[in-house]
T-cell receptor
Framework: KNEVEQSPQNLTAQEGEFITINCSYSVGISALHWLQQHPGGGIVSLFMLSSGKKKHGRLIATINIQEKHSSLHITASHPRDSAVYICAVLGGNAGNMLTFGGGTRLMVKP | NAGVTQTPKFRILKIGQSMTLQCTQDMNHNYMYWYRQDPGMGLKLIYYSVGAGITDKGEVPNGYNVSRSTTEDFPLRLELAAPSQTSVYFC????????FGSGTRLTVV
């Protein structure tokens, strides 16, 4: 079993829909990151969370430390949101290294 | 601030050739990393560094070398390129938050 599990692996939505991507982890963490990667593109850090909720524009990220679960929500989705979304956790190791989930490939159709 | 700068963006190498992928950050981050990403796959850690003069192997270090003579620079060296090293390479730095470079797409033919 992977330490970081994301669901769904693939997601297709219509423009305007509310989208939720889930991340569960099995290890103790000091922080959780949500990353975005557009096709053929670089990797952008969307959020870093250690508790509660953060919002940036149409993106909302939440984390429940007790349940070891985080969600990324996209409101009023748009085709430009089409990308791979990656959950990654920071476990407090000496190298400050991330453990990555397998990613969720999102396609938003107009 | 430029963040994390990687060069080159694209490169084609012949089998057996050598090259260095450059990575520079201007955020004074202690931690730096090299990842590779194969098509349709996740990121795999090649090498990392917790500060100048200190480097350590990640998950897939074979065929690569690194150095960290300054806080800013973390070059990745391929000595004898092999087709299995065809991949997209990402450099990242961290001091709490993570910042990724834009990637280097390497093809070995």
């Amino acid at each position: 079993k992977n330490e970081v599990e994301q669901s769904p692996q693939n997601l297709t939505a219509q423009e305007g829909e509310f989208i939720t991507i889930n991340c569960s982890y099995s290890v103790g963490i000091s922080a959780l990151h949500w990353l975005q990667q557009h096709p053929g593109g670089g990797i952008v850090s969307l959020f870093m969370l250690s508790s509660g909720k953060k919002k940036h524009g149409r993106l909302i990220a939440t984390i429940n430390i007790q349940e070891k679960h985080s969600s990324l929500h996209i409101t009023a989705s748009h085709p430009r949101d089409s990308a791979v979304y990656i959950c990654a956790v920071l476990g407090g190791n000496a190298g400050n290294m991330l453990t990555f989930g397998g990613g969720t490939r999102l396609m938003v159709k107009p | 601030n430029a963040g994390v700068t990687q060069t080159p963006k694209f490169r084609i190498l012949k089998i057996g050739q050598s090259m260095t992928l450059q990575c520079t950050q201007d955020m004074n981050h202690n931690y730096m990393y090299w990842y590779r990403q194969d098509p349709g796959m996740g990121l795999k850690l090649i090498y990392y560094s917790v500060g100048a003069g200190i480097t350590d192997k990640g998950e897939v270090p074979n065929g690569y070398n690194v150095s960290r003579s300054t806080t800013e620079d973390f070059p990745l060296r391929l000595e004898l390129a092999a087709p299995s090293q065809t991949s997209v390479y990402f450099c990242a730095s961290s001091q709490g938050g993570y910042t990724f470079g834009s990637g280097t797409r390497l093809t070995v033919v």
